[in-house]
């Protein structure tokens, strides 16, 4: 848990209250006692009838259960508690449920899975994972192609993998196949490795590539942005958020073949918790 500091509250530790174990289900009742105990540890409750004023969460359900039952205790202890208005979304999670829903947009439009090593004719992100993949697990592949980079760029280039649990990572896979275009053709092209011409993309495919990868380095950039703020606050944040959704619209209107793909983000997931961010008096 991190506290930022109260004017009625000193925390002689910084803003950093400490890890709190949580064993066991992490139900409502659970997450709540275990919340209360660590606010008692540094008397923000009953001893000090000190309002907690916001609370900062992700978009988990038992979240929002979780809320609704300290709002309940702490109204038993006749402090003032509101489980909507005294909750703030945790921003980057929001992002990343976005740029999940926009991924899955791609796939569904193609038919595809990121996760799987499997080619797949009408996903060029799904093939330039599995050719990625394919290369990596072949130390003869592997050097082949390490050594027509360093022909090419005069330097020693990888090809990044991705992974599932981290969406960033397939906008920093498309980035480096892309900056390695040439390099990859050429590699594809070899007649020694005939099985890899499965892989192969057109110009237009690559151009389509350059479109996602233009479409998720617009959350990245916010991402980044957080991540470089020693302690992020709202007034920076909320802002940030709002040109990041801008920009997602303006890129649907400056390629339209984006719009049903960035709409999985914007409809459904970001205007959905702008809404619930709306409600909140911070």
Not at 22 to 47: D, W
Not at 152 to 172: A, F, G
Not at 190 to 201: P, R
Request: proline share 4%; hydrophobic share 40%.
């Amino acid at each position: 848990m991190v506290a930022q500091q109260h004017r009625q509250i000193s925390l002689p530790n910084g803003p950093l209250i400490g890890f709190q174990r949580c064993p066991g289900c992490h139900t409502r009742e659970h997450l709540a006692e275990v919340f209360l105990h660590v606010l008692e540890r540094i008397k923000i409750t009953s001893k000090s009838r000190t309002d907690p004023n916001r609370v900062t969460l992700d978009n988990a359900s038992n979240n929002n259960t979780f809320m609704i039952m300290l709002a309940a205790e702490l109204r038993a202890l006749h402090i003032p508690f509101n489980a909507v208005k005294c909750r703030i979304h945790c921003f980057p999670h929001i992002v990343n449920i976005a740029c999940k829903a926009v991924l899955a947009s791609i796939m569904e439009h193609s038919n595809g899975s990121l996760t799987q090593d499997v080619f797949s004719d009408s996903n060029h992100v799904a093939t330039i994972c599995a050719l990625v993949n394919a290369i990596q697990s072949l130390s003869l592949w592997h050097q082949y192609f390490n050594e027509i980079v360093k022909t090419m760029h005069q330097k020693e280039l990888q090809l990044l993998p991705d992974v599932d649990i981290n969406w960033s990572s397939t906008l920093l896979m498309i980035e480096c196949a892309l900056e390695l275009e040439v390099a990859i053709t050429k590699f594809l092209t070899t007649a020694e490795f005939d099985d890899l011409c499965k892989y192969e993309l057109s110009d237009s495919e690559w151009d389509d590539l350059a479109l996602v990868s233009e479409i998720l380095l617009v959350p990245h950039v916010f991402q980044q942005h957080l991540s470089s703020e020693k302690t992020p606050t709202l007034c920076d944040t909320i802002p940030s958020f709002e040109a990041m959704v801008q920009k997602w619209v303006e890129k649907q209107e400056e390629d339209p073949e984006t719009h049903a793909i960035v709409q999985q983000g914007l409809l459904d997931k970001l205007n959905t918790y702008r809404e619930q961010v709306n409600l909140v008096p911070a």
